[in-house]
């Protein structure tokens, strides 16, 4: 199992074990899957102020998923360049969505309305 519980990279470890087979002696290569992207902590209401639901994906405005709802309405995205916009589901079962613009920057100390 490996551990990166003291690791300041904001790279993601998307599993941290493997099952291999060593010869006695051996040093072993292991490769592990990782998201390079940087992670962003976005902090987004409705317009009503209300919280948006917890666990809804986030996508970009090309509706690629890019991240999650949080708890308190914590935006969760991992991006290699910050996007112009993104879309939250409000309603998954009707398709609606609101949608943040961003002016090249993300403040994550600003609290977001999501229209």
Request: with cysteine; net charge negative; hydrophobic share 35%.
């Amino acid at each position: 199992m490996l551990d990166i519980a003291n690791s300041e990279s904001e790279t993601e470890l998307q599993g941290n074990r493997q099952i291999i087979a060593p010869y006695r002696g051996a040093v072993s290569y292991v490769q592990f899957t990782t998201d390079q992207r940087k992670p962003w902590y976005i902090q987004a209401l409705r317009p009503d102020g209300s919280p948006l639901t917890f666990g809804y994906d986030v996508l970009d405005l090309q509706e690629n998923n890019i991240g999650v709802v949080g708890q308190g309405s914590r935006l969760f995205i991992r991006v290699d360049e910050i996007p112009t916009g993104i879309k939250v589901a409000l309603n998954d079962e009707q398709n609606l969505f609101c949608t943040i613009t961003f002016q090249h920057v993300i403040d994550e100390n600003k609290t977001y309305i999501c229209q």
